[in-house]
């Protein structure tokens, strides 16, 4: 440990970010272990770099000339002399080949033997969601704005809010310092338009944070939040493991400190520290929750397709209709021209018409045998799906659907709603799989599903994941 | 000969043919839709002349080629014209309450030149009217739209679109906001003109920004030589205006070195209301851009606190953002000899 004579008293600040967990703890070969071992080289060479190495110094063997020298024999990685040297260590397993084991082990047992800083720990699982963008269940939120609304002449263009990626944090601070102790990491997207929170709670600001290892590298008390770039969502992930479920109601005791109910401290301060005065804003849930982030920022993202899905999606992506300067006639350029906007450039277009040719064809040859019928069906599907599942995708994961009508009578449907429900089941349906609204697609186009009489949110125009459906359109809750 | 280059070959000549392909089909629409022959086709369209049979033949052959492309046209010209064409569609739901929609196409024309993809919205009409009878009050409701965030449609819909039939939220709503008690009817117009309005301003906003950095010169990552600026620490910025900033990981730009020593210059979020300045003495700048263009309020802070002159260097003249690095150059040229 770094400091270990150091007093430390009960304060409510954050958690510090050179906070160092010791790196014998076996977690952290597990966290370190879902990286790839380019990752891995990549993270040590960003912790090497000369802007960053005073945040993650290596450890070097004039810093403790004091140790005994057998100590030093018996570790398979002796301690470098310089930081230069450490980075041709790596250098070196960059250019041989190997496992990603001895990356972890050079890191945990050579150069960081002294502890993983809680920010490296950050970096780690970052980089990892950077590399696996479904690998977390993220749910969208809508940042609503609560209290007096602006005068109708006021400037309307002003709607977003903004953020500010420190001043937020220190209000988020302010919020939960006196309920929880936190680490916060921000980091940008390297391939997606968003900004990442990662929160690391632990229990109370008055509890020893050295006394578990254990507890500082508990996934379940990471709290990620994404927020997209310029529009009113934002994205959670409350990551829960079944441990936390099952303690979460044991005893009185238990509630301060279950990461559950710290993650729900967390969660309330996050639109109070976005509120500013007179504007203050309220998180709303959007019924919409899946593993890809990317599904979600085209679902409630900064784009145009927030609002235009399914039979509409035609719209979003204008796949009708080209630029009023085009010269030829709409019905002769195909959607994927129209789509690529012309000044863009032409060399990724020969792939996609090829791939999304591809499949297409062996389905209508194998199952149809008139040719007539299969046209007409793919015209349907096309005018009831769009360009939702095919051309531009947002897969959902999970699609869970709660169906008001009762089974048999189609007609009194909508009067018996009105009665008391005891008599009248309810029908759940839950699909999953890894892009249901594609999956759908495929049904259709196959004849499995008739797309004509398909309902509106087997054509993902809901945009939702969750629903409850009545007489085939999707029943809004009261805005309360 | 090497299989790599080969295939960079067949690549590049496919890629050369598709280009051609696409060049000749521009130009034989725009030759089908040229005034000449559309002229000469309602010429001959009109008296069957009744010697030339081979010749009649071919303009029946080619008739409706010419008249799709001269009513393509004519969609055309009015989109260009008017910005703000109206178009029918059918909801394909068979459990939709009410078929027809009524679309709306905004048509948005870039600084250089291009046009935009197109902005939709979709209304439909809700209440009584659907009953068939025409004397219910015709009112609408935004279905779907393809508007960015950037433009609150849910605020100009509670504004310019109030629904006399909502009686659930309307006393809640009724006591937050007085205004809307006296005048509580459509008004379709409005709506569409404000929400054209956000749009255009939105894409001027962007367009200058776009204009600042041009001027500046823009080195885009991977694609521009990286040797001129090797010795270059500076780090990449992302562009949010780019031409792939809105579909995956857009391109990684940085401002040029120039006579200015601005180092970064960018809008702080995709609205591009406000922009952020960098100098290279670790000046850090940001200034707001008005509805109407101009360089509203400055804000310039370096080591040694506000720097007041180059704020009012930024909002003073005639304010355009768009003239605004020529200010910067001309209060430059005097200060320099002291520095």
Redesign the interface.
């Known amino acids: 440990m770094a400091r270990p004579k150091s007093i430390r008293a009960p304060t409510t600040a954050s958690l510090p970010s050179n906070l160092r967990i010791p790196s014998s703890t076996p977690s952290l070969v597990k966290s370190f272990g879902k990286l790839t071992r380019q990752a891995l080289l990549d993270l040590a060479f960003q912790w090497l770099d000369d802007r960053s190495i005073q945040a993650f110094p290596p450890y070097l063997q004039e810093n403790e000339d004091q140790k005994e020298e057998e100590d030093e024999e018996l570790s398979p990685y002796p301690a470098e002399r310089t930081v230069n040297d450490v980075r041709n260590a790596y250098q070196e397993l960059q250019l041989r080949k190997g496992g990603k084991r001895e990356v972890i082990d050079r890191i945990l047992e050579g150069d960081w033997r002294h502890g993983i800083t809680l920010r490296q720990l950050a970096m780690v699982d970052l980089r990892y969601i950077d590399d696996h963008s479904s690998s977390l269940r993220w749910t969208a939120l809508e940042l609503a704005r609560i209290g007096?609304?602006p005068?109708?002449d006021a400037?309307?263009?002003?709607?977003?809010p903004?953020v500010h990626a420190s001043t937020f944090l220190n209000s988020l601070q302010q919020q939960i310092a006196p309920l929880v102790k936190a680490h916060y990491y921000l980091s940008?997207s390297?391939?997606?338009?968003l900004t990442f929170l990662r929160i690391f709670v632990t229990n109370s600001p008055y509890e020893h944070p050295r006394q578990a290892a254990e507890l500082l590298t508990d996934a379940s008390r990471v709290i990620y939040v994404a927020f997209p770039?310029?529009?009113?969502y934002l994205y959670t992930s409350i990551a829960s493991s079944p441990g936390s479920k099952a303690s979460a109601s044991t005893s009185p005791h238990a509630v301060a400190t279950d990461p559950r109910s710290l993650q729900r401290l967390v969660r309330d301060a996050l639109p109070k520290a976005l509120s500013l005065p007179h504007q203050r804003y309220n998180l709303k849930a959007t019924s919409l929750t899946a593993k890809s982030l990317q599904a979600l920022l085209s679902l409630r993202g900064?784009?145009?397709?927030?609002?235009?899905n399914g039979?509409?999606s035609i719209?979003?992506d204008?796949a009708l209709?080209g630029?009023?300067?085009?010269?030829?006639?709409?019905?002769?350029v195909t959607p994927e021209e129209h789509m690529n906007?012309?000044?863009?450039h032409?060399?990724n277009?020969?792939t996609d018409s090829e791939t999304s040719k591809a499949p297409k064809r062996p389905l209508t040859n194998t199952t149809t045998t008139d040719p007539h019928t299969a046209k007409k069906r793919t015209l349907t599907v096309q005018?009831?799906f769009g360009t939702s599942g095919s051309l531009s995708s947002a897969p959902l994961d999970r699609l869970d659907i709660r169906l008001l009508d009762s089974p048999h009578t189609s007609t009194t449907s909508t009067t018996s709603t009105s009665e008391p429900t005891t008599n009248t089941p309810t029908l759940s349906l839950t699909f999953t799989g890894t892009d249901i609204i594609s999956g759908f697609r495929k049904l259709a186009d196959l004849g499995i599903v008739d797309a004509?009489?398909?309902?509106?949110w087997m054509?993902g125009?809901e945009a939702v994941s969750v629903a409850v459906i009545r007489?085939?359109?999707r029943v809004v809750k009261?805005?309360g | 000969m090497d299989p790599d280059d080969l295939d960079t070959e067949i690549s590049s000549i496919r890629a050369e043919i598709r280009t051609l392909h696409h060049r000749r089909r521009i130009l034989t629409s725009s030759l089908l839709s040229s005034r000449p022959l559309q002229r000469l086709s309602k010429t001959h369209s009109l008296p069957p002349p009744a010697n030339q049979s081979h010749r009649q033949q071919e303009w029946t052959d080619i008739s409706p080629l010419l008249q799709s492309s001269a009513s393509h046209a004519q969609t055309n010209h009015h989109r260009i014209a008017f910005s703000t064409t109206t178009f029918p569609f059918t909801d394909p739901s068979p459990n939709a309450e009410g078929k027809s929609l009524l679309g709306i196409r905004i048509d948005i024309c870039a600084r250089d030149g291009r046009y935009m993809k197109p902005y939709y919205v979709l209304l439909r009409r809700v209440g009584r009217s659907q009953g068939g009878d025409g004397g219910g009050k015709k009112e609408v409701k935004v279905l779907r739209h393809t508007i960015p965030s950037v433009v609150d449609m849910a605020r100009l819909e509670r504004v310019y679109l109030p629904l006399e039939s909502t009686a659930e939220d309307g006393e809640e709503e009724e006591q937050l906001k007085p205004w809307k008690r006296k005048s509580r009817n459509q008004d379709l117009k409005s709506f569409v003109r404000e929400v054209r309005k956000g749009l255009v301003v939105w894409h001027l906003r962007c367009d200058a920004v776009r204009y600042l950095r041009e001027t500046l010169g823009v080195v885009t990552r991977g694609v521009d030589d990286d040797a001129l600026y090797e010795d270059d620490e500076r780090p990449w910025e992302r562009d949010i205006l780019g031409p792939t900033a809105n579909t995956d990981g857009a391109g990684e730009t940085r401002i040029a070195k120039n006579k200015f020593g601005i180092v970064s210059l960018g809008p702080t979020s995709l609205e591009a209301v406000y922009v952020r300045l960098e100098w290279e003495d670790g000046r850090v700048g940001r200034f707001k851009i008005s509805n109407t263009g101009v360089v509203e309020r400055a804000v310039v802070i370096g080591d040694a606190g506000r720097d007041k002159l180059t704020e009012g260097i930024l909002t003073g003249g005639d304010g355009r953002v768009e003239t605004l690095l020529q200010r910067l150059e001309k209060s430059t040229v005097p200060a320099s000899p002291e520095v």
Do not use: Y
Request: net charge positive; charged share 25%.
């Open positions: 007096n609304q005068p109708p400037d309307l263009s002003a709607c977003v903004r940008r390297t391939s997606l338009p770039d310029s529009c009113p900064p784009g145009r397709s927030n609002h235009s039979a509409f719209f979003a204008a209709e630029s009023p300067l085009d010269p030829r006639p709409s019905d002769t906007h012309p000044s863009h032409k060399e277009q020969p005018s009831r004509k009489k398909m309902p509106s054509t125009e007489g085939g359109n009261g805005t």
